[in-house]
């Protein structure tokens, strides 16, 4: 019954003139990254606004986990490419940048839940290690944040018990529990039904009107992308393509994002020579 | 010609790639080091929980099997030194022997390779995973040091632990050597008992305890090493544990043998 209000609700979004004058949390200034020879992404540059909800989208191999690893200290910092709540990631200390993560939360792919801790037990596990708090606050604290993803009641179940569902939600209240002014969540909607993925949507859009968070949301979902976004960065082959709210993005011209949101594949020719060349290793 | 020049590539890759992981390996330790010292100050310190839950799994876990190989090679000791001072009619001075060859290399060898085998392949299988499931990163984006988190609380534990288990091997075995000596000499165990502790020195036990001391860290590092570096989904974590396991073994019994002998030069 609640499920069923909540998917009628409909939460508003605020106007893209709206988040533009707020301040920018998160600045991505002409980013280049290569593994090897291999350049994965090419003069990226974009800004998050605070309560942002920004989109990245993109096929495979488009360099959308690579940005996000960028976005939140993964990468080998570079000075000047990244900054996060207006701090540089490349030229932070150690302990400094220690801080700033305690002021961002992620949540990865596949959960990355502790398989040797309990849903609470993985909750607290930010609290524990750098708030300090006593147990009681803790036991608290988990319960409130495992009540907003509703969560509550399965604390005390190990991450294997849990649905795909349940350890995306987890995974989500871990990276609220330390009440982040950021969070990202990679692919918060692969693996999920339609009606499991939508219930998340609208959780994601209930966390930023509850909390005012911004939020980075990495997916190749485009339902999801349009139902969630304020903005909607479309990466293609390590290049931004395109950067604007989900209603510009709909009657974009270029061909590569028609294709994207329309789930159109892409006509590849193919060299028989060439490949064949490849395949001998010339 | 192309034959000598991939051949000659390929080892210089593997070089390059084994002083790769033995200064990541150093850096590993410099890095644990630092964190059970400052950590605290930092409000970051290792936790005495998970270290002592680390203590449990590789040493109190590993009683059992540290007991029965331990009693196994006592005896093996035993019967072999009968034998061979057999020969000259010198089976009396048997317990020197087997006193000094259980405290100086039995004990932490044995010691050594039951633990490389049970908790190095641990260690490395449980980071591998880690690794994979990105659980390694979510420590990393939630501003926990996985070094401080997760390697300097299993680097104690080996360290402690191993030297606690060479301990009762060295009672174990010399007992058990003592049993099978004075039933097949015909003489009282507490003669044998009082014969071993007049040979043994304070340094000869220290001598093992230090060096099983070292063997636990080998163990350690190695295990993370392994676990960190892996790639390659199920296999990977199943080529880093075999991988590990051996590593860890070869470690052990070449540091032994130079240990040995640097300590008898």
Known sequence: ?282 | MAAVLRFFDAIGRRTARGFDEWGFGAALLIESVIWIFIGRFYRQPVRFTHTFAEMMRFGIGALPIAALLAATIGLMLAIQSLYSLGLFGAQSFAYIGIALSVTREFSPLIMGILIAGRSGSAISARLATMTINQEVDALQVMGINPVRFLVAPMLIALVIMLPCLAMLANLVSIGAAGLYVSVSLDQTFGSYVYQTLKILKTDDVLHGIIKSSFFGLLIGLIGVMNGAGVSGGAEGVGRVTTRSVVQAITAIVVSDMVIGYLSTH
Do not use: C
């Not at chain 1, 800004?47 to 993964?74: A, D, P, Q, Y």
């Not at chain 1, 300090?132 to 036991?139: G, I, P, R, V, Y």
């Open chain 1, 1 to 282: 019954m609640a499920v069923a209000a909540q998917e009628t609700e409909i939460i508003p979004k605020p106007t893209l003139a709206e988040l533009q004058a707020r301040p920018v949390v998160i600045e991505v200034d002409h980013l280049d990254w290569s593994f090897g020879a291999r350049q994965v992404l090419f003069d990226v540059s974009m800004k998050v606004h605070e309560g942002e909800i920004m989109v990245i989208m993109g096929g495979s191999g488009s360099g959308k986990t690579t940005l996000l690893r960028h976005l939140v200290g993964l990468m080998p910092p570079m000075t000047d490419k990244v900054k996060l709540l207006g701090q540089d990631l490349g030229s932070l200390k150690a302990l400094d940048k220690l801080d700033l993560k305690r002021k961002i939360g992620v949540a990865f792919q596949f959960g990355a839940l502790f398989s040797s801790m309990n849903v609470a037990e993985n909750v607290k596990l930010p609290l524990r290690e750098l708030a300090h708090l006593d147990e009681k606050t803790m036991d608290i604290m988990a319960r409130l944040k495992l009540e907003v993803v509703n969560m509550s009641g399965f604390g005390h179940l190990m991450p294997a018990e849990l649905s795909g569902g349940m350890v995306k939600r987890a995974s989500i209240a871990r990276a609220i529990v330390m009440d982040p002014k950021l969070i990202f969540l990679d692919e918060p909607s692969s693996g999920l039904d339609p009606v499991v993925s939508s219930a998340l949507d609208d959780l994601i859009l209930r966390l930023r009107e509850a909390m005012g968070i911004s939020v980075v949301v990495v997916t190749h979902d485009v339902e999801s992308a349009f139902k969630i976004g304020d903005r909607i960065t479309v990466l293609d082959r390590g290049r931004i393509i395109a950067s604007e709210p989900p209603e510009q993005i709909r009657v974009n011209p270029n061909e590569r994002v028609q294709n994207l949101i329309n789930r159109r594949s892409e006509h590849v020719e193919v060299d028989p020579e060439e490949y064949l060349r490849r395949l001998a290793g010339d």
